[in-house]
T-cell receptor, first 115, second 112 residues
Framework: DGGITQSPKYLFRKEGQNVTLSCEQN?????MYWYRQDPGQGLRLIYY???????QKGDIAEGYSVSREKKESFPLTVTSAQKNPTAFYLC??????????????FGPGTRLTVL | AQSVTQPDIHITVSEGASLELRCNYS??????LFWYVQSPGQGLQLLLK??????LVQGIKGFEAEFKRSQSSFNLRKPSVHWSDAAEYFC??????????FGTGTRLKVLA
């Protein structure tokens, strides 16, 4: 089955620690995205990548970093600089950005809690 | 600036009743419009999308939505709600590029 996997499903972190969230897709999609979801705020874009070895900041990139070394993988690191990291993180992918049929497919999410 | 408004934070309907979830958008050009559904603790699943053509769009799970340009709306409807439809629903607008703008969601509760 093609799809997007995110791991772990639940993640706990102590303040001051960096943590990396995994996102893998086997849909052969070029574009990948990271969103943050907080109650009552919808989804906000953190970073996106249109192609391997390239990525751009979204609306709330401060305190986060990403890499895109492989087409299938787009890990997100939540750094200690992120002031309020407790949230639900969603990874998504699409065939290409900038095309008509760029429907985004979502992974199951990772819930990060800072203790 | 692009924006999406879902004016109803919570909606409660009885099983078997009809449903309409509202979505209004602000966008300068022809938008791409989407409705997603999210069960608790899960990712988002696409219900339907509008890019062009027929303004009444059919989706999965018996949902449909109608694009009304004059009202800047893209409301989601279902004629008869099932208990399994209880979830959170998100409207989104895209411009054909990477960026989607999501509404804040409407949480649907279904009474038996």
């Amino acid at each position: 089955d093609g799809g997007i996997t995110q791991s772990p499903k639940y993640l706990f972190r102590k303040e001051g620690q960096n943590v990396t969230l995994s996102c893998e897709q086997n849909l052969n999609h070029d574009a990948m995205y990271w969103y943050r979801q907080d109650p009552g705020q919808g989804l906000r874009l953190i970073y996106y990548s249109q192609i391997v070895n390239d990525f751009q900041k979204g609306d709330i990139a401060e305190g986060y970093s990403v890499s895109r070394e492989k087409k299938e993988s787009f890990p997100l690191t939540v750094t200690s600089a992120q002031k309020n990291p407790t949230a639900f993180y969603l990874c998504a992918s699409s065939k290409r950005s900038g095309t008509d049929n760029n429907e985004q497919f979502f992974g199951p999410g990772t819930r990060l809690t800072v203790l | 600036a692009q924006s999406v408004t879902q004016p109803d934070i919570h909606i409660t309907v009885s099983e078997g009743a009809s449903l309409e979830l509202r979505c209004n958008y602000s966008y300068g050009a022809t938008p791409y419009l989407f409705w997603y559904v999210q069960s608790p603790g899960q990712g988002l699943q696409l219900l339907l999308k509008y890019f062009s053509g027929d303004t009444l769009v059919q989706g999965i799970k018996g949902f449909e939505a109608e694009f009304k340009r004059s009202q800047s709306s893209f409301n989601l409807r279902k004629p008869s709600v099932h208990w399994s439809d209880a979830a959170e629903y998100f409207c989104a607008v895209g411009s054909g590029t990477y960026k989607y703008i999501f509404g804040t969601g409407t949480r649907l509760k279904v009474l038996a």
